[in-house]
């Protein structure tokens, strides 16, 4: 995996000047990058350990998981499965109280980027935990911090960097080409991590 | 010398997070509404955008439109606070609500509760079964004053879209700083970055799956969970 000093010397020689943009810049520009295409693109899964809480139906995840984007899946560590992802719609079909209806939690859904609500939640304190998938917001890098994009879409972050230092620099018809580059390397690899990490097994229309 | 004033920046950043939350809907935000007995229009703070859901005492309200609810109750009529042609006749425990044609924030809720209820009677995060509280789930505006960090944007995109519709604005802006190059580029880039977000906000991470059944039919008709249409498009199957 390329580190930050990769990008930075691969920066410096497309640009012919390695002493015209300080380090400061380069790193802003590099770390920059890398929290809009890991944002964009979803590259980053992790997972997180969250209490249940009695009588709670909204999580607010983004406060208690800082680098959180958006759920994948989550599961009921106390009777061991999976919530299931459901609409708010369906659950007012089932009950028109369920946000204050008391439960087992069998299922969520993703409000916004910040909340998921549980459908039903628990009465009592101490229920246990909630296991949560999730896609993660960038690292804070160092100069050896590995990059968490994959290698073979490394030129997105050098586009945009490339992109952001022209701006910078009010080139704007030269950093216009290069986003539209930028734009199109981050629309392989959302396509990538979206749907093609498993080609062998075929979409069907079930 | 500084091309613009700082103040003129910094207005353009509080229209920026204006204007980004006309562009896509991203703050839910929850909160207790104070009714009294016999009050049938109340009027919803400014930072509502869109409402969402309505609940008296954890049961949801059916939303219905001004005209809908002319014909749920023909003989009652609202025409503003305190006003001697208000027509009330009936009282209990509601269960329709309306956006009342006296003011783009009136609410009506019918029939007129008959109980008040206070602006601190639950948690609107986690309503208790019957909780005294007339609950109101809605799209909101930032926070303006960027104090509250769960009333603005996520992090990870915050900064750089404000920063792109504020160099928009202020490179189109008259002066010596206009420049018209520039501010198509970022208002391409500003485009660019909603767009983005709103992919994250509507939903793309949001593992759901449509099918048929209830998903429980057939053995092999499971799939992991994967990114699938936003909620928007939801398709409600009986």
């Given at each position: 995996?390329?580190?930050?000093?990769?990008?930075?010397?691969?920066?410096?020689?497309?640009?012919?000047?390695?002493?015209?943009?300080?380090?400061?810049?380069?790193?802003?520009?590099?770390?920059?990058?890398?929290?809009?295409?890991?944002?964009?693109?979803?590259?980053?899964?992790?997972?997180?350990?969250?209490?249940?809480?009695?009588?709670?139906?909204?999580?607010?995840?983004?406060?208690?998981?800082?680098?959180?984007?958006?759920?994948?899946?989550?599961?009921?560590?106390?009777?061991?499965?999976?919530?299931?992802?459901?609409?708010?719609?369906?659950?007012?079909?089932?009950?028109?109280?369920?946000?204050?209806?008391?439960?087992?939690?069998?299922?969520?859904?993703?409000?916004?980027?910040?909340?998921?609500?549980?459908?039903?939640?628990?009465?009592?304190?101490?229920?246990?935990?909630?296991?949560?998938?999730?896609?993660?917001?960038?690292?804070?890098?160092?100069?050896?911090?590995?990059?968490?994009?994959?290698?073979?879409?490394?030129?997105?972050?050098?586009?945009?960097?490339?992109?952001?230092?022209?701006?910078?620099?009010?080139?704007?018809?030269?950093?216009?080409?290069?986003?539209?580059?930028?734009?199109?390397?981050?629309?392989?690899?959302?396509?990538?991590?979206?749907?093609?990490?498993?080609?062998?097994?075929?979409?069907?229309?079930? | 010398?500084?091309?613009?004033?700082?103040?003129?920046?910094?207005?353009?950043?509080?229209?920026?997070?204006?204007?980004?939350?006309?562009?896509?809907?991203?703050?839910?935000?929850?909160?207790?509404?104070?009714?009294?007995?016999?009050?049938?229009?109340?009027?919803?703070?400014?930072?509502?955008?869109?409402?969402?859901?309505?609940?008296?005492?954890?049961?949801?309200?059916?939303?219905?439109?001004?005209?809908?609810?002319?014909?749920?109750?023909?003989?009652?009529?609202?025409?503003?606070?305190?006003?001697?042609?208000?027509?009330?006749?009936?009282?209990g425990v509601p269960l329709y609500y309306g956006l009342n044609p006296t003011n783009p924030y009136d609410i009506?809720?019918?029939?007129?509760?008959?109980?008040?209820?206070?602006?601190?009677?639950?948690?609107?995060?986690?309503?208790?079964?019957?909780?005294?509280?007339?609950?109101?789930?809605?799209?909101?505006?930032?926070?303006?004053?960027?104090?509250?960090?769960?009333?603005?944007?996520?992090?990870?995109?915050?900064?750089?879209?404000?920063?792109?519709?504020?160099?928009?604005?202020?490179?189109?802006?008259?002066?010596?700083g206009q420049n018209s190059a520039a501010a198509a580029y970022y208002e391409a880039k500003y485009k660019f970055?909603?767009?983005?977000?709103?992919?994250?906000?509507?939903?793309?991470?949001?593992?759901?799956?449509?099918?048929?059944?209830?998903?429980?039919?057939?053995?092999?008709?499971?799939?992991?969970?994967?990114?699938?249409?936003?909620?928007?498009?939801?398709?409600?199957?009986?």
């Amino acid at each position: 995996m390329s580190t930050r000093l990769d990008v930075q010397n691969s920066i410096q020689l497309y640009l012919n000047n390695p002493a015209y943009y300080t380090t400061t810049d380069m790193n802003d520009s590099i770390q920059d990058g890398v929290d809009e295409i890991c944002a964009f693109s979803g590259c980053i899964w992790k997972s997180a350990t969250i209490p249940f809480v009695a009588n709670l139906s909204y999580y607010d995840m983004l406060t208690l998981i800082p680098d959180y984007i958006g759920v994948v899946a989550i599961f009921n560590n106390t009777i061991k499965r999976w919530l299931l992802p459901q609409s708010r719609r369906k659950f007012n079909q089932d009950r028109i109280d369920w946000e204050s209806a008391v439960g087992v939690p069998y299922y969520f859904d993703a409000v916004s980027h910040r909340y998921v609500v549980i459908y039903k939640k628990p009465g009592a304190a101490n229920y246990g935990d909630m296991f949560v998938f999730y896609r993660a917001a960038a690292p804070t890098l160092g100069d050896l911090t590995n990059i968490p994009i994959p290698e073979d879409h490394i030129t997105c972050l050098e586009n945009y960097c490339i992109t952001d230092l022209w701006e910078q620099n009010q080139e704007f018809t030269k950093g216009s080409d290069r986003l539209k580059e930028y734009i199109e390397d981050l629309q392989q690899l959302q396509v990538y991590m979206h749907s093609k990490r498993i080609p062998d097994r075929l979409p069907s229309l079930k | 010398m500084a091309i613009w004033s700082d103040t003129f920046l910094a207005k353009l950043a509080i229209d920026a997070e204006q204007q980004i939350n006309q562009d896509l809907q991203a703050i839910y935000f929850r909160f207790c509404l104070a009714t009294t007995t016999g009050t049938m229009v109340y009027t919803l703070p400014d930072y509502v955008r869109s409402v969402l859901r309505v609940t008296w005492r954890g049961r949801g309200l059916d939303p219905v439109s001004w005209e809908e609810m002319g014909l749920l109750t023909p003989a009652t009529v609202f025409v503003g606070p305190g006003n001697p042609g208000n027509i009330n006749t009936v009282t209990g425990v509601p269960l329709y609500y309306g956006l009342n044609p006296t003011n783009p924030y009136d609410i009506r809720i019918f029939p007129t509760p008959n109980e008040s209820l206070s602006a601190s009677g639950d948690n609107p995060w986690g309503p208790t079964v019957n909780g005294p509280a007339c609950i109101i789930s809605c799209w909101r505006t930032a926070d303006t004053s960027f104090t509250d960090l769960t009333l603005t944007l996520p992090p990870y995109i915050d900064r750089r879209t404000r920063k792109a519709w504020i160099l928009w604005k202020a490179y189109s802006a008259e002066g010596k700083g206009q420049n018209s190059a520039a501010a198509a580029y970022y208002e391409a880039k500003y485009k660019f970055l909603i767009d983005q977000f709103r992919a994250i906000n509507e939903g793309c991470f949001v593992s759901k799956k449509y099918a048929i059944d209830d998903g429980t039919l057939s053995i092999n008709n499971f799939r992991y969970p994967r990114p699938l249409m936003p909620p928007n498009f939801e398709r409600v199957i009986f």
